[in-house]
């Protein structure tokens, strides 16, 4: 009895890794605009807009569409896969996934014209669980921390 239990257990769990590992991913769903996504009740989230209460959006000192290009650079070079929108929009959603379980998140980040030179909006969120233990901080972070590293094009 104890065998059969065991066995299920494990069934269980497989079928619970696959369906996160190879559950679609609906870009209607998860394309969404930063400026006009409601905050989640679940803290597995970090949200970077011109509204109060959220991470202030960094500034850029080149063209919103250079700035969308190397966004996607940074994503890409991290791992990221593009789900929706396109750098031509300078709106575009991104899939990560965590190294072992394969949990996805999803990145949307979106390029303003600020000024002179550009601002960077982003909505980062978990699929699944109630916390993300800060990886879309993290991970929004290091893009922007990239994008800063980066000289300026004249």
Do not use: C
């Amino acid at each position: 009895m104890l065998k059969l239990g065991l066995i299920v257990l494990v069934v269980l769990a497989v079928a619970v890794a696959a369906y996160i590992r190879l559950a679609p991913s609906d870009p209607a769903t998860w394309h969404e605009d930063p400026r006009l996504v409601a905050r989640p009740k679940t803290p597995n989230f970090h949200l970077i807009r011109m509204v109060g209460g959220d991470a202030m959006p960094p500034m850029f000192q080149i063209p919103p569409a250079d700035l969308a290009a190397r966004v996607d650079d940074i994503a890409r070079s991290a791992g990221a896969q593009l789900l929706a929108g396109s750098v031509a929009q300078g709106h575009m959603t991104y899939i990560t996934r965590t190294a072992i379980m394969g949990f996805p998140d999803y990145t949307t980040v979106m390029i303003e014209p600020a000024g002179d030179g550009a601002a960077l909006l982003a909505f980062a969120r978990a699929r699944f669980g109630h916390s993300d233990l800060g990886n879309n901080r993290a991970r929004l972070q290091a893009w922007i921390a990239a994008l800063q590293a980066l000289p300026v094009k004249d």
